[in-house]
């Protein structure tokens, strides 16, 4: 035999042998073990929960005082609030540019003044003190 063939047998063994019905499949996790409760690490993270109804409305509209285009995607302007929670939890000098990063974008840059009036609003909104 060929030590081509030989290698091609030995690997056709070895691939049968592993296969058995009785084996558990180890690569998929137990459903429950995929479960997890995301709200305690963002609440830990200073991370409030998403707004709804009138605290929505209310978040909303004042972040889009400050630029009508960014509540174009209400989803990205809710999770950019979200984070910058996060951020104002922990409060440091470069608060007002880092809302203007996390709110604005390569064609919609924002100043850092924008991001002072943004972490103002999100004050008196989603992340009061």
């Not at 005082?65 to 929670?85: M, S």
């Not at 409060?91 to 943004?118: C, E, M, S, V």
């Amino acid at each position: 035999m060929k030590p081509a063939a030989a290698l091609l047998a030995a690997a056709a063994l070895l691939s049968l042998a592993a296969c058995s019905t009785e084996q558990k499949d180890v690569t998929k996790p137990a459903p429950e073990a995929t479960a997890v409760d995301h709200s305690a690490a963002e609440k830990a993270a200073g991370i409030p929960p998403a707004p709804t109804g009138a605290d929505r409305a209310a978040y909303l509209a004042a972040i889009k005082a400050v630029d009508p285009r960014i509540v174009e995607d209400e989803e990205k302007a809710i999770d950019a609030g979200r984070n910058q929670c996060a951020s104002l939890a922990n409060p440091n000098d470069k608060d007002n540019w880092a809302a203007a990063q996390r709110f604005g974008n390569d064609t919609r840059p924002l100043t850092d003044a924008q991001g002072k009036q943004l972490n103002e609003a999100l004050r008196k909104t989603l992340c009061p003190k």
